[in-house]
Nanobody, 124 residues
Framework: QVQLVESGGGLVQAGGSLRLSCAASGRTFSDYAMGWFRQAPGKEREFVAAISRTGGSTYYADSRKGRFTISRDNAKNTVYLQMNSLKPEDTAVYYC?????????????????WGQGTQVTVSS
């Protein structure tokens, strides 16, 4: 079992920045590739970004490239999502998730463990 706990969400004005954190416990963190997803009210959960086990490779949804940066610190068992130039349409609950597949995946069904989510609200 892997437990994931997100933090860092909040209310921010459009154009502002937030840094989300996801702390992992349980199994060996570096055995898992990590991803960030988000879900807005009335919408399906969508992929945001992913990072490999070592942190050497990253993958982003096209619409988030250049504004969002995913990173990880395996010594701290933590994955981060730096979000810049935030827009009202970025408002959602943000989730981190973990999987052990040997490739990047954007499919929620491929992720084995999920956090409880952290709310991000961007005001216009």
């Amino acid at each position: 079992q892997v437990q994931l706990v997100e933090s860092g969400g909040g209310l921010v004005q459009a154009g502002g920045s937030l840094r989300l954190s996801c702390a992992a416990s349980g199994r060996t963190f570096s055995d898992y590739a990590m991803g960030w997803f988000r879900q807005a009210p009335g919408k399906e959960r969508e992929f945001v970004a992913a990072i490999s086990r070592t942190g050497g490779s990253t993958y982003y949804a096209d619409s988030r490239k250049g504004r969002f940066t995913i990173s990880r610190d395996n010594a701290k068992n933590t994955v981060y999502l730096q979000m810049n130039s935030l827009k009202p349409e970025d408002t959602a609950v943000y989730y981190c998730a973990a999987h052990r597949l040997p490739f990047f995946t954007v499919a929620t069904v491929d992720y084995d463990y999920w956090g409880q989510g952290t709310q991000v609200t961007v005001s216009s």
